[in-house]
């Protein structure tokens, strides 16, 4: 009889696994410091990427955030990208109660 196969993964952190905290130890001059990074061949200000979820990114969170320099992702399977406008589907959710929030009234 043969043994199962394991594989071993790489442990992943999410935001509670983490905490960063100032260092007492080391100064760091800001002007010192470089933020950016490149993604292919674009360039970004800012090192952080707004999550493709309807609930953090739409369309003009999208523009704004790219006007300061960071990347933000639109879901395309959310519904940002599925309704022509989204605002009164977006109100349905929001109006929902607890136990509606699973059973949309009507597809659109």
Do not use: C, W
């Not at 960063?20 to 800012?46: M, Y």
């Not at 300061?68 to 109006?95: I, M, S, W």
Request: no cysteine.
């Amino acid at each position: 009889m043969s043994q199962p196969q394991f594989k071993e993964m790489r442990r992943a952190y999410g935001f509670d696994d983490v905490a960063i905290v100032p260092g007492g130890r080391s100064t760091i001059n800001p002007d010192l410091v470089e933020l950016s990074f490149r993604l292919g061949h674009l360039d970004f200000q800012l090192p952080f990427v707004a999550a493709a979820m309807d609930g953090v990114v739409d369309v003009g969170v999208a523009v704004e955030f790219s006007k300061f320099g960071g990347l933000a992702v639109l879901n395309l399977e959310g519904v940002q990208t599925r309704y022509d406008d989204p605002a009164p589907v977006l109100e349905e959710l929001a109006a929902a109660g607890r136990d509606d929030v699973t059973a949309p009234s009507s597809p659109r």
